[in-house]
Nanobody, 123 residues
Framework: QVQLVESGGGLVQAGGSLRLSCAAS????????MAWFRQAPGKERAFVAR???????NYADSVKGRFTISRDGAKNTVNLQMNSLKPEDTAVYYC?????????????????WGQGAQVTVSS
């Protein structure tokens, strides 16, 4: 069983930066794919970025070049550095873990979820 706890959300002006962190419990964290999804009001949960058990990463087209996902095995954390934020990035951001390390982009492929962190970007 893996428990995920996000932190680092908040309010920022357009063009600014935020860093989200997800702390994971469990000794097998290193073998999981980890991902960030987001859900804006009235919209479905959408893929943002993922990192497999190594360093292989994948990003949604809407965040490429602006967001960076990384993981720290020593601290059991996965981070999402968000730069050049836009109002359309406003959403609740969720950390997710996939024990099969498939590295997918569909939320149904992830078994464990955090509680979410609000990110609000003002224009």
């Amino acid at each position: 069983q893996v428990q995920l706890v996000e932190s680092g959300g908040g309010l920022v002006q357009a063009g600014g930066s935020l860093r989200l962190s997800c702390a994971a419990s469990g000794s097998t964290f290193g073998s999981y794919s980890m991902a960030w999804f987001r859900q804006a009001p009235g919209k479905e949960r959408a893929f943002v970025a993922r990192i497999r058990s190594g360093t292989n990463t994948n990003y949604a087209d809407s965040v490429k070049g602006r967001f960076t996902i990384s993981r720290d095995g020593a601290k059991n954390t996965v981070n999402l550095q968000m730069n050049s934020l836009k109002p359309e990035d406003t959403a609740v951001y969720y950390c997710a873990a996939d024990r099969w390390n498939l590295g997918g982009t569909r939320y149904s492929q992830y078994q464990y979820w955090g509680q979410g962190a609000q990110v609000t970007v003002s224009s």
